[in-house]
């Protein structure tokens, strides 16, 4: 914080300072030559904190693959969280899953978009129940999921089921 104490005053003194020579200066030659000069000190004084701490290594930039990985974790925690949720609303409900499977897309706007989904379980609930509980508590369509039971892996696509 004093660091950055020490730097505003230094800005507050020089704006004084160029104040006072920009007053001073006679017009012409002269005046554009210590205009330039004043440009370059300021920019040197604006400058110069931030290369100081580039220099001790306080202040780094993130490298773009550091980034994507960041994005890539972020994303599979979200998607982590998203599975989570839906297999513990549907248990909450009665709905014993045996294994949910996601598939996900990113928008322009960095949003994770569930796309698809695949319960596999041996519930005595009706695939309509199952996709009514998933709508109605999370939003879910019923023409992204897809239900499948017991251990045979056969499946039913939810919206051509009509079982009551």
């Known amino acids: 914080m004093e660091a950055f104490r020490t730097w505003a005053v230094t800005l507050g003194v020089f704006a004084v300072v ?3 020579m920009r007053l001073l200066l006679p017009p012409g030659r002269i005046q554009k030559a210590g205009n330039a000069v004043i440009s370059l000190v300021a920019v040197y004084l604006i400058v110069s904190p931030f290369g100081a701490l580039l220099a001790k290594g306080t202040l780094t930039f993130p490298t773009l693959l550091e980034l994507e990985t960041q994005q890539s974790e972020t994303g599979a925690a979200y998607k982590a969280a998203l599975r989570s949720t839906i297999v513990q609303t549907l248990e909450n409900a009665g709905v014993k899953v045996l294994e949910a499977e996601l598939q996900t897309t990113v928008d322009a706007e960095q949003y994770l978009v569930l796309t698809g989904l695949r319960i596999r379980t041996n519930a005595p609930q009706t695939d309509a129940k199952i996709c009514t509980i998933l709508r109605e508590s999370l939003g879910i369509p019923e023409e992204i999921v897809t239900i499948e039971r017991g251990n045979d ?12």
Not at 153 to 164: D, M, R, V
């Open 153 to 164: 892996g056969t499946s039913a696509k939810a919206e051509g089921q009509a079982e009551g």
């Open 18 to 20: 160029v104040l006072l």
